[in-house]
């Protein structure tokens, strides 16, 4: 047997109506003097309160005869079982799971730092029971393992491979979606649910965080940038056709490149421009 099968015990207020009249019967003996009823009584009284368990809402017991897995009850209330039953609880709630803070390589070879989230809760007494020696330490040390697979799976960001699809800090959605399946798939010999997993905390390793925020930074000028001269050469050409479909004034290619290059000093400059006002002639 690999799996958990459920047992139903035998009702457990019928036991102790059972137990009851066992107790009167005892007094009974005492009050006759009769050894026999006295012993029977008392043997009945022993194996009933026993064989007496009580279940909790989401809690399950695993019975095991003499070191042979019998079954698990996971239904709640007072139950009664054979008393010579090893019984071992397990909570079935939801619990949490929070990594610590590991260093691992992205899929780029960049140090980070990255922590999970996990909710889980046991699914298969069974397994939890008998396939792993301490399930909470199997747990982590699986965790771990699973976030340092997906790290080096994607690249932290688009800035070192911008034909991915995928990244760590962009694709949180599909990120979180193979770190469950790679989870899930891990725990399944242990008997655990993965509920949901996330990642909790994802950064670059101290070391490199400076140069990466300083690449970043550039980055974002050279894009603003561009954008600037995008618009400010729509801008420039717009003047010189409107200008010259009004018929204001005549440029030759020097004057026209004269003023391109104002223009465009103008509205890519950093600064606030300082303009020179010519009193002459267009020739001064």
Known sequence: ????????????????????????????????????????SALIIILIAKGLIIVSPNSSKVLLL?????????????????????????????RNFESEKIKVNDKM?????ISVIL??????TFKVAFEVDNYSAFIKIQSDSAV????GSFPYDHFE???????????????????????????????IEVIESRIGYLAYAPEIAHSMLRRQQASAVVAARHKIVEGAVGMVESALNL??????????????????????????????????????????
Not at 17 to 25: F, K, S, T
Not at 29 to 36: A, P, T
Not at 69 to 94: D, E, H
Not at 265 to 278: A, M, Q, R, Y
């Open 148 to 151: 340092r697979k997906l790290a």
């Open 66 to 94: 003499f070191g042979k897995y019998r079954g698990s009850v996971k239904q709640n209330g007072l139950f009664w079982i054979n008393p010579l039953f090893t019984r071992f609880t397990y909570s079935l709630r939801a």
């Open 161 to 191: 491979d911008e034909t991915a699809t995928v990244t760590l800090s962009t694709n949180f959605d599909d990120v979180n979606r193979a770190l469950e399946n790679e989870l899930a798939e891990r725990l399944e010999i242990a008997g």
């Open 243 to 284: 200008l010259s479909e009004k018929h204001i004034i005549e440029f030759d290619e020097d004057k026209k490149a004269a003023m391109v290059s104002n223009l465009m000093v103008v509205l890519c400059g950093d600064s606030e421009t300082k303009p020179v006002i010519n009193t002459g002639t267009l020739n001064q």
């Open 109 to 113: 070879g960049n140090p980070i730092l």
């Open 1 to 40: 047997m690999k799996t958990e099968s459920t047992v139903n015990p035998f009702n457990g207020y019928v036991a102790i109506v059972i137990l009851i009249l066992a107790a009167g019967l005892l007094t009974f003996g005492i009050v006759m003097q009769s050894v026999g009823l006295i012993i029977a």
């Open 119 to 124: 909710v889980w809760r046991v699914r298969d």
